[in-house]
């Protein structure tokens, strides 16, 4: 059975502080990482990963994926209260390439 | 930008009733899917679909069925609703296998 498992399962930070969250995983027919926010709605996409050991970065947010550790980390540097969010990370696997999600990180900043 | 619109936000019915929750997608996507989302247990796939007319069960297809009788519309439908059904249901396309998906706001079902 797929297993991802995210880590911590919450956190609390003041403004300003760096954050690293994990997700490790074990799945069958493992094809890519993908990581998403979600604040009081719909996840919103934030990465995509294939390749192991290339960071992909977006603003004060980065990550990367490290296919021998079957692992992948989301950094947020110099964290904003809007950054208050769940982060949700999923590994496409399978045959049928479906999203197994982990249960998210509750990260929140406080001011 | 990628819209997923999911028909109600909030939605209150009673065990035993037919419900159906509508999901609608503008990019022509080929894949859509319905997940649930629970505390403590994340976001479980329901169901999903690769073309019209097409569906595969997902994790936890029981007390479920889908219907998928043009490209961009994708229902959910429970049968005969029970209170283990009550939770928030988001549905999710993607324009092939191995994209992301784009969800919706989604459905927060309370069934009574």
């Known amino acids: 059975e797929d297993k991802v498992v995210q880590s911590p399962l919450s956190l609390v930070v003041h403004e300003g502080d760096t954050v690293t969250l994990n997700c490790s995983y074990e799945v069958t027919n493992f094809r890519s990482l993908l990581w998403y926010k979600q604040e009081k709605k719909a996840p919103t996409f934030l990465f995509m990963l294939t390749s192991s050991g290339i960071e992909k970065k977006s603003g004060r947010l980065s990550s990367i994926l490290d296919k021998k550790e079957l692992s992948s980390i989301l950094n947020i540097t110099a964290t904003q209260t809007g950054d208050s969010a769940i982060y949700l990370c999923?590994?496409?696997?399978?045959?049928?390439?479906?999203?197994?999600f982990g249960k998210g990180i509750t990260l929140s900043v406080r001011p | 930008d990628v819209k997923v619109t999911q028909s109600s936000r909030y939605l209150v019915k009673r065990t035993g009733e037919k419900v159906f929750l509508e999901c609608v997608q503008d990019m022509d996507h080929e894949n859509m899917f319905w997940y649930r989302q629970d505390p403590g247990l994340g976001l479980r796939l329901i169901y999903f679909s690769y073309d019209v007319k097409m569906k595969e069960k997902g994790d936890i297809p029981e007390g479920y069925s889908v219907s998928r009788e043009k490209k961009e519309r994708f229902s959910l439908i429970l049968e005969s609703a029970s209170t283990n059904q009550t939770s928030m249901y988001l549905c999710?396309?993607?324009?092939?296998?191995?994209?992301?998906?784009?969800f919706g706001d989604g459905t927060r079902l309370s069934i009574l």
């Open positions: 999923a590994p496409y696997t399978g045959a049928n390439s479906k999203l197994t």
């Open positions: 999710a396309s993607s324009y092939d296998t191995n994209q992301p998906q784009h």
